[in-house]
């Protein structure tokens, strides 16, 4: 009996134990079961990075901003001009002259660009974070000045840019040079040898400050209006119109022409045509004068192009016989290169149909934006200039037009040395630029893609950190071109197959251009003597501190 009960007892035991197990476990994978995992990272989201379209009015009653009738090196006109000499962007320079795009990043993208909400951009944009160029630091060596002042020097022993007793000198790749500095309140800017500018502060209106630009051309004057800006402290100068046509005219540059017009510019014999022959090609008719006045303004701009390309020669020579231990570099191209460039590529031009209807679209922004200008103007009525002391200038912020939202595409306009990736290169007038960002960097600059370039100009393609000032400059220079268009098409029309157009005539802005200063003459011609004697002391002291 003992025994069985033993047994009893144990088998007891084994069955309480076992369900106690059961149990357990149950209750343990029940918890396991309720209880929710972690939550997944989540992805980070990615701005994009897509253009903005830009809007375009269906109606004639939309255009843009006007140009001040650019005189000489375009096409059909004759008279003063202003070429550029040559810019080397190290950031924004609104005071001090010539820039240096120091950053830049040829074949690198940006992670992310400010996209405006909208077509047309303008308040409201986002920003989305930016993966700028890395800065790189450019070849060669730097010189500190005896006296003061500081000098970069290429690898070639060529002078990069001096900066003394307040003048900004710099010198393009292709020998070219620009000076700026001030002088007696002046901002005196020389582009060449007999060219240049001086600016000097005109009027007050509304808050703004507007200043009067007297350039200089082989003795030829021209003066043009600037409203200046202030944004992220620096300085910057719009053009602003002296005239304005009567609405209707704007609307017939816009809209499609009733038939297509063929248009003979006469440009064959010339010698810039011929020698960027494989660059650029003429529309074979015209839908609209958006299309002509897109072929008017870059034969201008090549025509430039060809004049500096001339002049940086010569003074290439020159810098060879200043610079010891090295010289200037030779002009960008020879006319046979061209002509073999133009060969090898079996008709097919550089300046491909795409970025020429790039620009025909900026054409038609400008076109809409100066018609509704001119509506503004003729309902408020012209005014007076007011006195300089009328009235104080606003320090209050404002975004310069270079950085509207909806204005992307850029055609340089002068020689333009910028830095991809380290290494130097040169733009040059006509080279056409699409700016991929909207704020820029601590040193003024913002992502641009090389959407078109001439043969030994930066590869296109390549993306550069360009100053805001000079994109600014080539946005002013734009207009200048396009009011000489329009000067041009109001003389023509009805001629040659061009329709004939609504009333052609003109209204004065309220901010007049004033008389040419005619001291700019020695201003720019003093500011150059003065370079030549700071160039040459540099080159003596770089010499001697030893390559």
């Not at 022993?157 to 900004?168: A, F, H, L, V």
């Not at 006469?266 to 074979?284: L, N």
């Not at 300089?388 to 037009?401: F, I, L, R």
Request: proline fraction near 7%; glycine fraction near 12%.
């Amino acid at each position: 009996m003992s025994t069985i009960r033993n047994t009893a007892a144990g088998i007891r035991f084994f069955l309480v134990l076992s369900a106690t197990l059961i149990l357990t476990v149950g209750v343990a994978a029940g918890q396991k079961k309720n209880t929710p995992s972690p939550p997944k990272p989540t992805a980070p989201s990615h701005a994009s990075t897509s253009h903005p379209s830009t809007s375009h009015p269906s109606n004639a009653s939309r255009p843009s901003t006007s140009t001040r009738p650019n005189t000489a090196t375009r096409p059909g006109t004759s008279g003063a001009s202003h070429t550029t000499g040559t810019r080397t962007s190290t950031g924004n320079a609104a005071h001090t002259g010539t820039r240096s795009t120091g950053t830049g990043g040829a074949n690198r993208t940006a992670s992310g660009r400010n996209t405006p909400m909208g077509k047309t951009g303008g308040a409201g944009a986002k920003t989305a974070s930016i993966n700028r160029p890395n800065t790189h630091t450019m070849p060669g060596r730097q010189v500190s000045l005896r006296g003061g002042g500081s000098a970069s020097i290429r690898p070639n022993g060529q002078i990069r840019s001096i900066n003394r007793n307040g003048m900004q000198i710099n010198r393009g790749l292709n020998g070219s040079r620009h000076i700026e500095s001030m002088h007696n309140g002046a901002r005196v800017v020389s582009t060449g040898r007999g060219a240049g500018y001086v600016q000097r502060t005109y009027v007050v209106r509304g808050g703004h400050t507007y200043y009067s630009r007297t350039y200089y051309y082989h003795g030829a004057y021209h003066v043009g209006v600037y409203r200046g800006y202030y944004w992220h402290g620096h300085a910057y100068y719009g053009y602003y119109h002296p005239y304005w046509y009567h609405p209707a005219f704007y609307g017939w540059a816009y809209n499609p022409w009733p038939a297509p017009v063929a248009w003979g510019w006469g440009w064959g014999p010339a010698p810039w045509y011929g020698y960027y022959g494989y660059y650029f090609a003429p529309y074979p008719v015209y839908p609209s004068a958006a299309f002509w006045l897109t072929d008017y303004l870059i034969g201008a701009q090549l025509q430039a192009a060809y004049a500096a390309q001339q002049a940086a020669a010569a003074n290439a020579a020159a810098a060879a016989n200043a610079n010891a231990g090295g010289g200037g570099a030779p002009p960008d191209q020879q006319p046979g290169d061209a002509q073999a460039s133009a060969q090898n590529s079996g008709g097919q031009v550089t300046l491909t149909p795409e970025v020429k209807e790039a620009i025909a679209e900026e054409v038609k922004a400008q076109l809409a934006a100066q018609q509704t200008q001119s509506q503004q103007q003729a309902s408020s009525g012209a005014q007076q200039p007011a006195s300089g002391g009328a009235q104080t200038a606003s320090n209050q912020e404002e975004v310069p037009p270079a950085l509207d939202p909806a204005r992307r595409t850029f055609v340089v306009d002068s020689d333009l040395t910028v830095n991809a990736n380290g290494q130097e290169c040169q733009l040059s007038s006509g080279d056409v630029l699409t700016r991929l960002t909207d704020s820029p960097d601590s040193d003024g600059n913002v992502n641009a893609s090389i959407q078109a370039s001439k043969n030994k100009d930066c590869a296109a393609g390549s993306q550069i950190a360009v100053s805001v000032n000079d994109l600014q400059e080539m946005q002013n220079h734009f207009q200048e071109q396009l009011d000489s268009g329009m000067k041009e098409l109001a003389a023509k029309q009805g001629t040659g197959g061009l329709p004939k157009s609504p009333d052609t005539s003109t209204s004065a802005s309220d901010v007049p251009a004033p008389a040419a200063d005619q001291s700019a003459a020695k201003a720019v011609d003093d500011q150059q003597a003065q370079a030549d004697q700071v160039e040459a002391q540099v080159a003596k002291e770089a010499f001697s501190q030893g390559s």
